[in-house]
T-cell receptor, first 114, second 113 residues
Framework: EAGVAQSPRYKIIEKRQSVAFWCNPI?????LYWYQQILGQGPKLLIQFQNNGVVDDSQLPKDRFSAERLKGVDSTLKIQPAKLEDSAVYLC????????????FGPGTRLLVL | TQLLEQSPQFLSIQEGENLTVYCNSSSVFSSLQWYRQEPGEGPVLLVTVVTGGEVKKLKRLTFQFGDARKDSSLHITAAQPGDTGLYLC?????????????FGKGTKLSVKP
């Protein structure tokens, strides 16, 4: 069974530019999560989707971050404009709707903002 | 927001040694998980503990959930170089939205041959 796919794996941009990350969850997983992991920290949940609806986006900095999951499968996370402190690994995870405590993580996108 | 403190932050040992890492909070969690993360990869779930006092074993790894459900430990017997990685604990908040995991900062383990 294929795991969670993410692209790109690495991205370097300058501050104030915009960037987008893509995630394809495990087939059949209705719930999708985006996490931010700053160097030396554990992952922090940014947003959780159930199918194409947002369940929890309380920790998403909505002035610059946005995310969508239009067809309930793939998802994109966008940052516009990026700040230096957005440098981090952005992890996507997915789970079955009935077992949201068992999450499968993708390899992440490592973002460096210069 | 509940916080999870992990200790030690870094641990460097020789192959064959035993070790224990800790995950502590002042708050009660409904369940607690341990993950291992290798460089350039996402975290991989090792175990979920739910009941206070619960002990689970996974080969050479032993996980324990504290009686009061505020802390957990991971013990590795006879560590091997393949155990090298970042060990993260994550808790499920009482009353939080389902799937909203709170992660600690992790313990970075290096096992030298």
């Amino acid at each position: 069974e294929a795991g969670v796919a993410q692209s790109p794996r690495y991205k370097i941009i300058e501050k104030r530019q915009s960037v987008a990350f893509w995630c394809n969850p495990i087939s059949g997983h209705a719930t999708l999560y985006w996490y931010q992991q700053i160097l030396g920290q554990g992952p922090k949940l940014l947003i959780q989707f159930q199918n194409n609806g947002v369940v929890d986006d309380s920790q998403l900095p909505k002035d610059r971050f946005s995310a969508e999951r239009l067809k309930g499968v793939d998802s994109t996370l966008k940052i516009q404009p990026a700040k230096l402190e957005d440098s981090a690994v952005y992890l996507c995870a997915s789970s079955l709707a009935g077992d949201r405590w068992t999450q499968y993580f993708g390899p992440g996108t490592r973002l460096l903002v210069l | 927001t509940q916080l999870l403190e992990q200790s030690p932050q870094f641990l460097s040992i020789q192959e064959g040694e035993n070790l224990t890492v800790y995950c502590n909070s002042s708050s009660v969690f409904s369940s607690l998980q341990w993950y291992r993360q290798e460089p350039g990869e996402g975290p991989v779930l090792l175990v979920t503990v739910v009941t206070g006092g619960e002990v689970k074993k996974l080969k050479r790894l032993t996980f324990q959930f504290g009686d009061a459900r505020k802390d957990s430990s991971l013990h590795i017997t006879a560590a091997q170089p393949g155990d090298t990685g970042l060990y993260l604990c994550a808790g499920a908040e009482y009353g939080g939205s389902q799937g909203n995991l709170i992660f600690g900062k992790g313990t970075k383990l290096s096992v030298k041959p």
